[in-house]
């Protein structure tokens, strides 16, 4: 790790996650009227944990044809949304639910962004020495 | 996949959701229409949605393949025709009845009220990822 990763610390893979799980909330919106279309979304903790390099409980699969899982993804499993309430349609997204996530997830977003615009200017000051 | 995606992602839905706005307009447009037999009876027409997957032939778990949405094709309403006695149309048949479209003005007003609701939080999705982007853009700028 250099120090130009040091110095961003972990909010550079943050803005990858929030922006894979951003396009998760966006289809997920998109598929609100698709008969039997189950939501889905990762888990940020399965995430930070695969970022910090920690065990992550995978399943061990013996033969090529398994259904890949946690251990293949970057960000951890990709999981399914456990509705509040059941439709006719068999549709699993709320769409308050999807709104208010991609809009935190947005917010994250742009925090990770702060702080990265903060090392950049603080990177810059120790570059040139100038205020 | 990323913020970028999510363009195409609600590109599709936008496109979707103008369709069943369409559709609504097509059906309402269409209520008062006639016809002189039940077979030819206008019949309240509803798009069917289904998920854009990429290729089912090699699923991955933990892919959501693209991940937008499509028109799959249309369901016809089965609400029964009804038929009215009305001699002095030149539509009606030998027994003098002609045959109601089976549009329900009210159900189509509640469709067209979530179709545009969709579309609208799908527009709010898209601007949201577009000010991320900017704001990614002009990362470090002094």
Known sequence: ?131 | MGLSSVFEITGTALNAQSIHIDTIAKNMANAQVLAGSEQAAYRAKRPVFASILESSMNFDFNKLSMGGVKVDGMSYSDTPIEKQMMRENPFADAQGYVYLSNVNMVEEMAYMMEASRNYQSNIEVMNTSKQLMQRTISLGAA
């Open chain 1, 1 to 131: 790790m250099n120090i130009i990763d040091k110095a961003f610390g972990i909010h550079a893979a943050a803005l990858s996650f929030r922006s894979q799980r951003g396009s998760v909330l966006a289809a997920n919106i998109a598929n609100s009227a698709t008969p039997d279309f189950l939501a889905r979304d990762y888990d940020f903790r399965t995430a930070l944990k695969k970022f910090s390099g920690d065990q992550v409980v995978a399943m061990q699969s013996t033969n090529p044809m398994h259904i890949k899982t946690s251990a293949s993804n970057e960000f951890g499993d990709l999981l399914y949304r456990v509705p509040t309430r059941t439709t006719t349609n068999g549709n699993t997204v709320e769409a308050d639910v999807e709104q208010a996530a991609f809009s935190d997830n947005a917010l994250r977003y742009q925090t990770s962004l702060q702080f990265l615009n903060g090392s950049i200017s603080g990177l810059r000051k120790a570059i040139t020495g100038k205020i």
